[in-house]
């Protein structure tokens, strides 16, 4: 399987699996599923809903379960794509997975893996440093460390000034994650440039933040 047999759009849907998706087998039942927020991903997963009818020609069931929104895709043929692309399986998928080896190969390809990670694990927000108020940035969190590293590496080739990597560890979780982030306006307008966002919340998070924000003070 190349990257070139994977359409642009498919691959946004594979860097969502990659973010909040989990892949469950059970003899002969498969199932991909993501989970997010019940108000601020519900139109977001509409269009994923959309997005897996075009891409894969399946059905997904959207259902609040847990106070969290739900996506559901049950298909072997999707289940066995996406473990041969190298998503991992089960409980511990968010601390190994990887962006497939395939789509370092196209930029354009990679660049829609990361576009659906951050639609699912980043951030958008402002904050006030000390040369600067309003000062905005992105931020993709993530538990998987050599995940971390790939998207730095990337952005990084991209051209985007790429902070160090910083680990994270909150109070609700055992685990530890891990931040990329991207700070100032010029790196968001590049963002929102060459990636952007395809979930509305963030997408409309970005652009108050451009239109909020203020140049470095000299």
Not at 5 to 18: F, K, M, N, R, S
Not at 186 to 213: D, H, Q, Y
């Amino acid at each position: 399987m190349g990257a070139e047999t994977i359409h642009q759009e498919e691959w946004e849907l594979i860097g969502a699996v990659i973010g909040d998706g989990n892949l469950y087998s059970h003899k002969k039942h498969y199932r991909v599923h993501l989970t997010g927020h019940p108000k601020k991903d519900r139109k977001y997963y509409e269009y994923l809903e959309e997005l897996i009818r075009k891409c894969w020609g399946k059905k997904a069931r959207i259902k609040v379960r847990q106070r969290a929104l739900r996506l559901t895709v049950y298909s072997k043929e999707v289940y066995e794509k996406l473990k041969e692309l190298g998503i991992p399986e089960g409980r511990e998928k968010h601390k190994k997975v990887t962006i497939p080896k395939i789509a370092w190969r196209d930029e354009g390809a990679l660049k829609k893996v990361i576009r659906g990670i951050a639609d699912t694990d980043g951030s958008v927000f402002i904050s006030d440093k000390k040369r600067a108020k309003a000062y905005p940035s992105v931020e993709i969190t993530t538990s998987s460390k050599t995940l971390a590293c790939e998207i730095r590496s990337a952005l990084n080739n991209f051209g985007f000034r790429v902070a160090n990597l910083r680990r994270y560890k909150s109070k609700k979780s055992r685990c530890e994650s891990y931040k990329v982030s991207l700070y100032g306006k010029t790196n968001l307008e590049k963002w929102m440039k060459e990636i952007g966002f395809s979930n509305p919340s963030k997408r409309e998070k970005a652009l108050s933040c451009l239109v909020g924000s203020a140049p470095m003070r000299s």
